[in-house]
């Protein structure tokens, strides 16, 4: 397929690369992305965007008024690495000891950084605004809702917004996006079975948590699929249990501590009533007390439909219909949903597996790396994207 937009774009990718492993060689976590920030700011301001730093603590955006008058579109990348050490021996590996880029967001600011190099000569020619999201913390801290709580959504409104993140399960030079539900509410809950500890020879006279956990633990992998439509989803995962101190002595108490996931609200709710009842019922059941917490998380991210479309038809329009995939929700989570609770928009994957290479391994693996020509494909990606919404006609 022709393409003069790619060649101009692919004139950006050394500089892409250079950021991006400058990026990666100094990971920071979230809220603390600071040189990152000012990285960042640099460049935005090298493009003569709006910048106003110091939202949501490192977060920062940039605004580009295009001269003729037309709606807003923003686009967002996150900014915070994770806390592991990296196995890559890569000239370009992180250089911090404990931190780690391992879920591609150094990749996801250098292509946002490249649509803006892109449209930063284009002012006379855009119509409407394009805002440059960068956020803190998706890694649990929910930087894109404190984010949106700090306005970041306003002056001036905006009216679409688009995320994407690099997805190894798909090869480099793919695009995945989903119709609707795109990623699950993220909550997590602690459970204490509270009971009476003793020697292990007198059970007779202890209450027995761990006895107690073990029929709850059972129990608990039953919920999803007696009490939950097997045409809905949802997974309760226990990932830690804590409990006891010798092989010869019965605790006073054990601790659960899990994650329970979903798709949607009705679920979402189902999930957790039903794991309190469970507990409640077994506790009582051994004559014991217990504790039960429960946090909600991210929620559902729910794409709109229709910006889902715009995102794969203005994506096959460059790369073909045959590259361009809908994938079915994934169990994760993804703090971009705080942004679609607010406006529409929609949040699609960039494959940046290249088994060749032996870019083949998962998010947090401490052996995750891209193949850098999602640098250049996100950028036209991007610009295809923003430029169908404020329906521009492409320049290359
Ligand atoms: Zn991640
Ligand atoms: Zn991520």
Same mark, same amino acid.
């Given at each position: ?178 119709? $609707?539900? @795109?990623? &699950? #509410? !993220?909550?997590?809950? %602690?459970?204490?079975? /509270?009971? $009476?500890? @003793?020697? &292990? #020879? !007198?059970?007779?006279? %202890?209450?027995?948590? /761990?006895?107690?956990? @073990? ?182």
């Amino acid at each position: 397929m022709e393409n003069a937009l790619r060649k101009r774009i692919d004139e950006m990718r050394g500089w892409l690369v250079e950021i991006r492993r400058e990026i990666h060689m100094r990971p920071e976590l979230g809220f603390e992305e600071f040189e990152t920030a000012n990285l960042v700011c640099k460049w935005l301001e090298k493009f003569d965007l709006k910048v106003k730093k110091g939202m949501a603590k490192t977060g920062l955006v940039g605004l580009l008024e295009g001269k003729r008058p037309g709606k807003t579109v923003a686009i967002r990348a996150d900014m915070d690495a994770l806390p592991l050490d990296e196995a890559n021996s890569v000239p370009y590996a992180s250089r911090i000891k404990g931190k780690m880029h391992a879920c591609g967001h150094d990749a996801h600011v250098a292509i946002l950084l490249g649509v803006a190099k892109y449209f930063s000569p284009l002012k006379d020619h855009v119509k409407g605004n394009i805002k440059w999201i960068f956020q803190p913390a998706e890694e649990g801290g929910a930087g894109g809702r404190v984010m949106a709580e700090e306005g970041v959504l306003e002056n001036p409104k905006v009216d679409a917004i688009f995320g994407a993140h690099v997805f190894p399960f798909l090869a480099v030079g793919r695009v995945g996006f989903y119709e $609707k539900e @795109g990623l &699950a #509410a !993220t909550d997590r809950f %602690t459970i204490k079975i /509270i009971g $009476k500890g @003793g020697h &292990a #020879a !007198t059970p007779h006279v %202890t209450k027995d948590p /761990i006895l107690a956990a @073990g029929h709850l633990i059972s129990q608990i992998h039953s919920i999803v699929s007696r009490s939950i439509n097997p045409l809905e989803s949802g997974v309760i995962t226990i990932g830690k249990v804590k409990g006891g101190t010798a092989f010869n002595i019965i605790p006073d108490e054990v601790e659960l501590l899990g994650t329970v996931r979903s798709l949607n609200a009705q679920v979402r709710e189902e999930l957790k009533a039903r794991l309190e009842q469970v507990t409640r019922g077994i506790a009582s059941s051994f004559g014991m007390d217990y504790g039960f917490n429960y946090q909600y998380g991210y929620p559902v991210l729910v794409n709109d439909p229709e910006m889902s479309r715009l995102v794969a038809s203005a994506c096959s329009e460059g790369i073909g219909k045959e590259n361009v995939e809908l994938l079915k929700p994934s169990m994760g989570g993804e703090d971009f949903a705080y942004y679609l609770e607010r406006v529409p928009g929609a949040f699609f994957r960039l494959g940046c597996r290249n088994e060749e290479k032996g870019i083949v391994h998962p998010y947090h693996s401490s052996l995750f790396d891209v193949d850098e020509d999602v640098l250049p494909f996100g950028v036209e990606m991007f610009v295809r994207i923003v430029s169908r919404f404020l329906d521009l006609e492409m320049v290359a």
